[in-house]
Structure formats: C-alpha cells, structure tokens
C-alpha cells in the first residue's frame, strides 16, 4: 500500500494531521462535546415521519434554498433574525469551509487566538488559507486591547472569535467582538456552537449583527440541540454574506433528508432543548468539585470544562479509558478536557477521577 508520500498531494497539505479525536464505544463518552441526553421518543417519531415523507420524492433534487430550514432557523434565533439572513450547511463545520472558500483562500489569511476549535486551522489549511495565531490573556481570555493589537499587528482577511472558546470555554464579552469588528476591514467570524450553554440573559454576537455587513456568527445543531449525527450547522449575517457562499457551495449541498429532519427537530425546539439547564448544571458541579479534587477548572459558559494540575495527562486520560470513560486530552499542558453529560455520567468521572488520587494517574502509568 502507497504512504501519502508517494502521492502528488498539494505541497502544502504535506505532513499535515487530520482531525482526530478519538471515536471509540465506550460506556461514558464525554470526549466531543455531545448533548449527551437521547432524543425525546416523541420528537424522534415526527422526524421518522418527516423523513418518510421526504423519502417519496427523493427522485428529485431537494430545495437548493433550503427555504423551510431558513424559516424554521430564522424563528429558533428570533432575535429579528429573517430567514434571508440565514445560511446552512453539513454542520458549522462546513459553514466554515465555505466562508473561507469565499473570503480565504490562498494568498489570504485568517487570525485566530490557541488554543482554540482544531477544525479552525484545519480548515484554513484545506482552504489554502494562512493560518496566523495570537496569544490570548492569563487565563485565556480575551480583552478588547489584545484582539485589536493582533489584528493592528497581523492584518489578516478574516478574525476568528469562537465565544464561548473550545477547548477552554472562556466567554468572550461583546465588548471583545465589537472593537475587533472595528479594527479589521475584513471578516469577523464569531463561532458560537455552544452559545445556547451561557448563563440566561447573556448577549449573543447576534444581537451585534444590525449594520455589521462583515459580521458573521455561527451556531449548530450539535451540541444544544442534540442533533450532532445529523449534521446541520447554520449561521446568521447579512444576506450578502450568503449570497456569497451561494458562489462556493456545492449545488444542493444540504440533502432533503437533512432538510427534513432538521425542520422536524426544530419544530420541537423547546423539547430538545430541555436538557440544556440540566447539562450547565452539570457543567458547574464540575467547576465546583474539580478544584476539590485539586485540579484548576477554567471559567466555561459551554457544556464542558478544562481542567489542569494533571501530573500525566495521558496516562490520566488511559486509566480513565480502562473505567470505561472517555474525555479528551487536548494537548494543553498538565491540562484535559471533560463533557457536561447527564449527572450519572458526571458522577462517574468525578468519582473516577477521584480514585485515581491527587494529580490523576501516576506520570508514565499504563493505567
Ligand atoms: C467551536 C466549535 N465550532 C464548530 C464545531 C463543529 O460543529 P458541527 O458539528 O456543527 O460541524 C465544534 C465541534 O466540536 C466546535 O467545538
């Protein structure tokens, strides 16, 4: 069998990584950052029946407008959200391959502050897109100061924000997002997959969106919304911003089968989104009890949390994995990442983690 390295691949893709976090059948997966409750059976039945439906003239192309998505988005968002406003694809994901599609690509650049979501920087690497990095403040946050000085510094085409931050879950205060949109004449991207997971009453980059033509903020059903395996990720801008992306995408990229289902989940929204308080209870017990186990858990409004003072992250990561647990080590020193689930599987790693005594497993352990 050939290596990548007898392929003719782009020179630029040479000795890159894929994404890849591990998927694996274990009894408590808390790696992905999943909405780990089931969907309600109610609401799975309506879907079946929306995708049966959809299955009868699936002879003929779906809607290339995907007009009932964008309706049903629009609605979701509220906020004066109008469905031209809205734009969808295969999960945020390839939202954001498409926008780098259209305002990337080579010979441009794209800013972000690390650690940050991996796929931003894969991304920009499929894209042809320059990949430019900043540091963030102590504790990984963002001051409005910080973002602009690295924009002044880098001038990049586009700004990446992701608020809440993967893989830390810092927030980023909109003070934040409104002087970085200020001092970049080019894109500003604010991810926010985990926005739904903020404390009520905080404001969302959407509500910046109003006479903001560079501004784009994107959401998924993933993560909230319990609908990771079905892939529907979405973002709000002005509409221009779609009609660039009409310019990129592939013709009919959403199928009607994802159509369907989408519409369907999202006529249950309250429904699905029932578990959302009880996961960011979970995810503040596991902000109140890590520091009791002696670790530092950093500030999350998203539905996980990062944790330091682990002597060997990875074998901390493997004796977890031989209880049947799986969380993710994100590279961060000393540092890894666990999932709010449902309060046994939270439970279950705090008691764990517990066992496994000051510090996680012992440094080079096997388990
Ligand atoms: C910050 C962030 N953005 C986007 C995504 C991708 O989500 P999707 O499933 O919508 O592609 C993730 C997934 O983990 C994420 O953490």
Redesign the pocket.
């Known amino acids: 069998m050939a290596t990548l390295d007898d392929l003719p691949i782009r020179d630029d893709l040479r000795g890159l990584s894929p994404y890849g976090a591990p998927q694996r059948h274990v009894r408590y997966a808390l790696n992905?950052?999943e909405n780990t409750h089931a969907v309600p059976e109610g609401v799975a039945r309506h879907i079946v029946e929306s995708l049966a439906a959809a299955v009868l003239t699936i002879n003929r192309y779906p809607d290339r407008e995907f007009t009932s998505l964008r309706e049903s988005l629009a609605a979701y968002l509220g906020a004066d959200i109008a469905p031209e406003q809205i734009w969808a694809a295969n999960?945020?994901?390839?939202i954001i391959q498409q926008l780098l599609q259209a305002f990337g690509g080579p010979g441009r650049s794209v800013l972000g502050f690390p650690p940050t979501?991996s796929?931003h920087s894969i991304i920009a690497s499929g894209t042809g897109t320059r990949w430019l990095t900043a540091e963030r403040d102590a504790a990984y946050t963002l001051s409005p100061e910080t973002v602009v000085a690295a924009i002044e510094r880098e001038q990049p085409d586009l700004v990446f924000l992701?608020a809440p931050n993967?893989p830390t879950g810092t927030p980023v205060a909109l003070e934040t997002i409104e002087a970085a949109y200020a001092a970049t004449p080019g894109i500003l991207f604010v991810?926010e997959?985990?926005a739904e997971f903020m404390p009520p009453g905080t404001p969302s980059a959407l509500t910046l969106l109003d006479g903001r033509e560079r501004l784009v903020v994107s959401r998924?059903m993933?993560k909230a919304f319990a609908f990771?395996g079905a892939?529907v990720?979405y973002l709000a801008a002005d509409p221009a911003v779609a009609d660039a992306l009409r310019l990129v995408r592939l013709p009919y990229h959403l199928s009607a089968l994802t159509q369907a289902a989408a519409v369907a989940a999202l006529a249950h929204a309250p429904e699905m989104l029932a578990m959302v308080d009880d996961i960011s209870r979970q995810r503040d017990r596991l902000l109140a009890e890590l520091p009791v186990l002696g670790y530092r858990a950093f500030d999350s409004q998203a539905n996980f949390v990062l944790f330091d003072g682990v002597a060997d992250p990875a074998a901390t990561f493997r004796a977890l994995l031989e209880r049947d647990i799986l969380i993710r080590d994100v590279g961060l020193p000393g540092a890894l990442r666990v999932t709010a689930g449902t309060e046994a599987e939270t439970t279950a790693f705090l008691a764990a983690l517990a066992e496994l005594g000051p510090g996680g497993a012992p440094v080079g352990s096997a388990a």
């Open positions: 992905v950052n999960g945020s994901n390839e979501y796929m992701c993967n991810d997959a985990y998924t993933s990771a892939r990720g």
